[in-house]
Structure formats: C-alpha cells, structure tokens
C-alpha cells in the first residue's frame, strides 16, 4: 500500500501522530525525521499548517519524475515541460490550501502540472510550433534502435496532430496510466467525457499512423503542430 | 463514430490497439538533475519567503504569490534581508529534497569586504543551527555518514551550501582588465543579492547560489571554496565576475551567466588576484 493510500490520514485539522512540535512551533523546529513515512495527504496536511517547506519537499521528491513525465508527454517539448512542471510545483507549493482531500494527491498534482503546460503551450504560440517539430519531441534514447526510435516519433508526431482533448486523455489513460475517474478530475470534465475522447483519439491515433497488423503509417504529413480544440 | 458519454464500454476495450502501443512507449525518464535543483531553489526560496510573510505580513502569504502564479511568473528575484532563522528554514527544505551539493547558507545584506563575509559563513551557519535531515531524502544529502545522524548529516550538507555571495556591481567590466576589476570587487562594498533564488529569465542561474556553485564546479573550483559573484557585463554583454577563495588565494574568472556544468562559457580567466 503506497503512502497515498494508507487509511485514516485525511487532510483536516487533526494533528499529525509525530511532529505536532513542528506544526505549531517555530517552523524551523521541525521534526523532519518522519516524513518520508508519512503519506501525501499528511504531507500536504503537514505543509498547509507550515513546516519550513520540509514535507512539500518530500511530495516533490515523490512525484517529481512522474510530474516530468506527464509535463513531457503534454507538451512533447522538454523546455516547455521543465518551465511547465516548476511553475506547477510552485503553484502547487503556494495553494496547498486549497487541497481538499476529495481526490489523490497525485490527481492533484496532475491536475496543476496540465493546466501549467496547457497555460505554457497557449501563451506561447512559438512554443507550440516547435512543439510540432520532430526534432524537439521527446528524444529518443541513442540505444534505441533506428526503427525503434522512428516509430516512436511517428506516434509522438501523430499524437501533437489530435486534438487538445483527445490527446490529453490518451496521455493521461494510456501513458500515464491514471484510471479514467482520475483524469476526469485532473481534466475537469465528466468521465464518459474522457472515455469517448480516448476512443475517439485512439481512432484517429490509428488513422494517421496505420493499424498495428503491419500496415504502413500513413497521413503523417510533415506539419505536426498540435491541435488546440478538444 | 459517436461515443455516447454513458457509454458502458470500458476504457481498456481498445480494438485500434493503440491503447497497448502508448503504453508500450518508454517513459521520458526521470526528472534532469538541473531542472531538480531549479525546482529545489525555487521552492526554498517560495518557503523562505512564506516565513517571512507569516512573520510580518500573514494576511499575505498565500493570496500575493498566487497572484504571482497566475502572471506566469516562475519565482521572481526579490529583495531580501535574509534571517537566521530564515536559513534555518531553507536549510531543511533543501535537505529534506535531497539536493547535495546545492548552495544555501548565510549572507549579510550587505558587505564591506566581501570576501571577509566568505570566511565568516560558516560560523554564521553554526549559530543559525541546522534542522534535521529527512530520512526520504535522498543519500546524497546525507554527508555519506548515516551513523552520525541527523544533525551531523545535516551540518556536513550546509558546510557544503555556504560561502556564495552574489552581488551587483553594475559595473561594465573589460576582459582586458578583469585582474582590475576583480580586485575591486573584493574590496569595494557592494549591495548583496539574496543568492536562494530560482533563476530569474533576466539574469540566468548565476544568480542563484545554486547556480554560482554549479559553474565554479564547471570551472575545476573546490566545493570548499568561497565564492563572490557579480552580476554584471564583461565586454559590453551580460556576464558574471566569480572569484574563487580557496586556502587564501583568490582567482577570478569571467564568464556568461548561463555558465553551468561541463559548459562554463569561460570569457576571460583564470587570473590569480595579488
């Protein structure tokens, strides 16, 4: 059972088990030596009563790659993506507050990281041309091979060619691995919202790079700039 | 083809296969080791600058960043007057993340000898006092001696955060003459910069004690070493003076501000000082 997980750890006024010293004292007397015991939700409970900024540095370091990964997929830039998950992580440091408990920390979390790069890839429409390049969408690994690595910017450059909605959804079900309730709520939209936008995504997904039976990729022209409508 | 949103089909019914194809793409990896210590600046700086507001502003701690966030500001550099017991507090942040090697420590407001304050950090550290090291974080800060404890650990990683000062001279500096010029700069008082900061777009990581230490480490420059930096221009563009104090001989270097790890973007140096 993660951290997350672990019943009786609601976000409320309750004090914590260990480290109300720190909770109600001088922020710089923090009992630090339980957080990486404590789950999200005590962390975050933690954090919003102050501690110095120790517990929220323990969601960070908990989270911080997946966070990446959803901020790389999102963007499908790695600038954009850094600029993204720091001003999420920030954000999410400054409203803690407003964490209610109703969902994961990690739905949370998702949630902040994807209006941050939807923000980044809105505001800045030079980032979202060169979101489109092939040369800047998520690196192959050099041990990739040749025909492994292709394949994966093809379906990169077909994934920037969905629309918003769509793509996201697909990132979040099927690469991020989030269940659909969970990014209905990092989306903000009902779940069969985001159960019809994975179908239809997937179709259209299946459309532009041909069917896994060994048929050729096809309709993947060269501009793969990413769609803004859902 | 249409999906009614009640649709009762689940999400795993995928006859494209392209839900399998996705997930079969490898993950983007973890976080780089750069943009974790941008992020730990950035929330250590977001964690001093909450102490600060609880003490004397409380009303704002949480709505005036907000509103920062919403700007699509990542962390401004803001002026600071840095505190003990503020240090005390980015000390543990960055301790609990996990960041060895990263510069966090004690600077006045401002110097008179800058480089006299560089020997003076790390007494000013032992009277702040350190918090304790979180047992999540990583082994890296830890001090490699997990039999001493927390306190021991947590000392080893501020011996390693201090003597970085950052000021701004406004000067124009010359390539040419940076011997000069970093003597000056040695000897003259300048306004300090609050080196805890995230980068700011403006400046680069320079600015930041993070930063400084990272391209002195690009520069061969001992960890133990003091460093001054000042933020200001070689040769008509945007670069940085950083002077190295290390067992009472001072060397000075010109570099850009986007100075970092295998690229130091050396301008001019070294040069030892007299």
Same mark, same amino acid.
């Given at each position: ?74 963007t ?16 999410a440091?400054?409203r ?34 060169r ?38 959804a ?16 990092v ?28 048929s ?15 | ?12 019914? $995928? ?11 490898? $993950? ?55 505190t ?37 950090a790390?007494?000013? $550290? ?38 970085v000062?950052i ?6 500096h ?9 003597s ?60 190295a ?30």
């Amino acid at each position: 059972m993660s951290p997350d997980q672990r019943p009786g750890s609601a976000l409320s006024s309750e004090g914590d088990a260990v480290g109300d010293r720190a909770l109600v004292g001088d922020p710089v007397l923090v009992d630090a030596a339980d957080v990486g015991e404590l789950s999200d939700r005590d962390l975050m409970a933690r954090h919003v009563r102050g501690d110095g900024g120790v517990a929220f540095g323990e969601l960070f370091r908990r989270h911080r790659d997946r966070m990446y990964a959803v901020a790389i997929r999102t963007t499908s830039n790695r600038e954009l993506a850094a600029d993204a998950v720091q001003e999420a992580f920030i954000s999410a440091f400054r409203r803690a507050d407003a964490y209610r408990g109703e969902a994961a920390v990690t739905t949370w979390l998702h949630r902040i990281v994807v209006n941050a790069c939807l923000d980044r890839l809105r505001r800045e429409k030079a980032a979202v041309r060169r979101a489109g390049d092939l040369g800047e969408l998520d690196l192959p690994d050099p041990r990739d091979h040749h025909s492994a690595a292709e394949a994966r910017h093809i379906v990169h450059a077909a994934l920037a060619k969905l629309p918003e909605g769509q793509r996201l959804a697909l990132v979040l079900i099927d690469m991020q691995g989030l269940s659909v309730s969970e990014a209905a709520v990092v989306l903000g939209v009902a779940e069969g919202t985001v159960k019809s936008r994975c179908f239809r995504g997937r179709e259209a997904l299946a459309e532009l790079i041909g069917r896994p039976d060994g048929s050729p990729f096809k309709n993947l022209g060269s501009e793969t700039e990413p769609q803004g409508a859902p | 083809m249409t999906h009614l949103h009640d649709d009762p089909t689940p999400v795993e019914h $995928d006859p494209t296969g392209m839900r399998e194809l996705l997930a079969s793409l490898p $993950d983007p990896g973890p976080m780089p080791e750069d943009l974790v210590a941008r992020i730990t600046a950035a929330l250590a700086e977001e964690s001093r600058a909450a102490q600060g507001s609880l003490s004397s502003q409380a009303a704002r701690v949480v709505h005036a960043p907000l509103a920062a966030a919403d700007a699509g500001s990542v962390v401004p550099l803001r002026p600071h007057r840095p505190t003990l017991r503020h240090l005390g507090v980015a000390a543990a942040v960055v301790t609990a993340i996990g960041l060895g090697g990263a510069a966090l420590g004690a600077w006045p407001s401002s110097l008179t000898g800058p480089i006299a304050a560089l020997s003076e950090a790390s007494s000013a $550290d032992s009277e702040a006092g350190a918090a304790p090291a979180a047992p999540g974080a990583d082994e890296s800060s830890k001090g490699g001696d997990a039999e001493a404890g927390a306190g021991v650990s947590d000392l080893s990683a501020t011996d390693r955060l201090d003597g970085v000062t950052i000021v701004m001279s406004g000067a124009e500096h010359s390539s040419d003459a940076l011997a000069a010029a970093a003597s000056a700069l040695v000897t003259t008082t300048y306004p300090t910069v609050t080196p805890l900061t995230a980068e700011a777009p403006g400046i680069g990581p320079i600015a930041t004690a993070i930063g400084a230490r990272t391209c002195a480490d690009a520069l061969g420059i001992s960890p133990d070493a003091g460093i001054l930096v000042d933020v200001s221009e070689v040769d008509g563009a945007p670069a940085a003076v950083l002077i190295a104090t290390d067992g009472g001989a001072r060397t000075a270097y010109a570099v850009s501000r986007s100075c970092t790890t295998r690229s130091p973007m050396l301008i001019a140096g070294p040069i030892a000082l007299p």
